[in-house]
């Protein structure tokens, strides 16, 4: 009898184990199924936006840098989807920390000059510009409240520089493009790593023209971007110059390497941010159309019949002391077309009074 209860207890046992674990299997695959039920709902009907906080108050539309008469263009939309991108319809706006008053010192600065070769004193052009000399027609200036740097090679005084048929690789001109930056202390985080470009140059007629490919490049141009903010890329004024750029030569003397260098960067404070309201792609377009843009670049040589084949949102590279990174819409298309619209809706930015 005690035998015959064993064995009963022993097939009870393991029925409740068998029917225990298919219990387990079925909670664990009904609780998947639950979730994937769950995100399927929340991906159809998405909890709306929080509304955007102007935090910062109405703001200044964006300054781009003044324009002649561009002409006049027609445009026509050929996106490969047959229509304009959606876009945000608001995003980010950061603060940029102004200079304040000896933000980089005369001491300071000095350094930043010796780390290039200008060892001897400055002469003070005003009160925050000093400039350098040195030999080989070498110049240099730096304004100690912003930082800005402008370096120059006087190329009258080394003619001999644009005989030189050796070819210029992009890896050679990168490092002494990041290498003089370096050195002047002007190369800060801020500056991606990884994001710039590269503009190659040959001389023709005692000037430096395009080169059609690597394989005749004497001269490049070394273009260093903003890092992406948001993980919306950062666009220039110039679309071949950002706020840091170094003309590399393929002299061997580094004394000559590089030609010319400009360092107009303002970091933004990624932390101190508010969201605002983007104006819809369309109105975007009709001001385009319009005539309502700031011209970044077009080929000297072009027609007039602009077809916009690409539509990016992202933000422009101030490159003065503005206040502020702004949001932008940015149209390419033919011919090296590249034209910015300010992004934000007119609701968010100051009035401008009226001039009789």
Known sequence: MAGLNLTRTAFFSRKLIVYGSLGLVAVSVLIFLFGIFVNVLKQLNPPPPKPPTKGFGRLQDISFPKQSDVGEFTFTLEMPEGKLPDMPNQ????FIPQPSSGFLNLNSARQNAAGIGFTDNPR??????????AGNGRSLSINIITGDLSYSLDLLANPDILKNPRLLSPDEALQAARSFLSSARSLPSDLS?????????KPFDSKLVPAIS????QFILVSFQRRDYDKFQVFPA????????????????QNTKVLNAEYHFFPADEGRFETYPIKLINQAWKELTSGQYY???????????IAIRRVDFGYFEPGNTSEYLQPIYRFTGDNNFT?????????????EPTQN
């Open 193 to 201: 790593p990884t994001t710039f470009s590269y503009t190659y140059l």
């Open 238 to 253: 110039n679309p071949k110059k950002g706020p840091a750029w170094v003309l590399v030569s393929n002299s061997n003397d």
């Open 91 to 94: 995003a980010k706006v950061y």
């Open 295 to 305: 011209l970044a670049h077009i080929d000297e040589q072009h027609g007039t019949q």
């Open 124 to 133: 003070k052009v005003n009160d925050t510009t000093y400039e350098w000399s």
């Open 339 to 351: 034209a910015y619209v300010s992004a934000l809706d007119p609701g968010s930015l100051v009035v």
């Open 214 to 217: 690597p394989s005749e490049t």
